[in-house]
C-alpha cells in the first residue's frame, strides 16, 4: 500500500512557541490531506480537511488561526500550531488517499507533541 | 453533526473467544470503513463496506453493513493474542476524497 510519513514523531516544547508537523505521501500524490487529533484512549477527531493549492477546510471548533495548515504540493501538508498551550499535548496523526478509485486513507505514523 | 459510536468501548476475552464490536452511525452512510490501532500505533484499513446489507469476510473477520446502511459490526472468531488493538469504524457521507468520521472505538484485549 502507499506510505505516508510525519515529521517529526515526537517534539516537546515550551509553552508559547510554535512548532510544524510535515505530513508526506511518499509513492503517491495527494490532492487532499486530512490532519487528526487524538487524546489517549480516545477516538481520532477530524481538525481539518487540507486541499493542496487552496485554503484548508476546519472542522467546527477548530481555530485556524491556532493550527495552521499548509498544502503547497500534491506530496506534503504542513500543520503548525502556534503558541502552543499544554492542553495542545495530543497525537496528531495525518491521512492521504480516498480518491474515487480508493476508498482507503493510509495513515501516517502520528507526531506526539508534549507542550510543558 | 454526525456521530458515530461503537460499543462496547472495553472488551476483555480469552484467547481462542470471540469477539464482536458494533458500530451506529446518526446519519446513512455511502460507506464505511473499519481500520486497527495497535498500541502506540497508527490507524490501518482494514475493509470498506459500500452496499446495503453487505458482509465481506477476511479469514477470521467478518464485516456486515445495515440494510439502513447506519450501523455495521465487526467479527472475530476465535481471537488470537495479534488480534489485540483498538477497532475503529469510520462512517463517509459520500464517495472520493471526503471526510471520514471515526466512532468512539472498542479496545480489545487478549487474555492468553
Known amino acids: 500500500g502507499a506510505v505516508v510519513s510525519q515529521h517529526p514523531s515526537r517534539v516537546i516544547c515550551k509553552s508559547g512557541t510554535s512548532v510544524k508537523i510535515e505530513c508526506r505521501s511518499l509513492d503517491f500524490q495527494a490532492t487532499t490531506m486530512f490532519w487528526y487529533r487524538q487524546f489517549p484512549k480516545q477516538s481520532l477527531m477530524l481538525m481539518a480537511t487540507?486541499?493542496?493549492?487552496?485554503?484548508?477546510?476546519?472542522e467546527q471548533g477548530v481555530e485556524k488561526d491556532k493550527f495552521l495548515i499548509n498544502h503547497a504540493s500534491l506530496t506534503l501538508s504542513t500543520l503548525t500550531v502556534t503558541s502552543a498551550h499544554p492542553e495542545d499535548s495530543s497525537f496528531y496523526i495525518c491521512?492521504?488517499?480516498?480518491?474515487?478509485?480508493?476508498?482507503?486513507?493510509?495513515f501516517g505514523p502520528g507526531t506526539r507533541l508534549t507542550v510543558t | 453533526g454526525q456521530q458515530v459510536m461503537q460499543i462496547p468501548q472495553y472488551q476483555h476475552v480469552q484467547e481462542g473467544e470471540d469477539f464482536t464490536t458494533y458500530c451506529n452511525s446518526s446519519t446513512t452512510l455511502s460507506n464505511i470503513q473499519w481500520y486497527k490501532q495497535r498500541p502506540g500505533g497508527h490507524p490501518v484499513f482494514l475493509i470498506q463496506l459500500v452496499k446495503s446489507g453487505e458482509v465481506k469476510k477476511q479469514k477470521r473477520l467478518t464485516f456486515q453493513f445495515g440494510e439502513a446502511k447506519k450501523n455495521s459490526s465487526l467479527h472475530i472468531t476465535a481471537t488470537q493474542t495479534t488480534d489485540v488493538g483498538t477497532y475503529f469504524c469510520?462512517?463517509?457521507?459520500?464517495?472520493?476524497?471526503?471526510?471520514?468520521?471515526f466512532g468512539t472505538g472498542t479496545r480489545l484485549t487478549i487474555i492468553p
Open positions: 487540507s486541499n493542496e493549492g487552496s485554503k484548508a477546510t476546519y
Open positions: 491521512s492521504a488517499g480516498g480518491t474515487a478509485s480508493s476508498y482507503e486513507q493510509y
Open positions: 469510520a462512517g463517509a457521507l459520500r464517495f472520493g476524497n471526503e471526510k471520514l468520521t
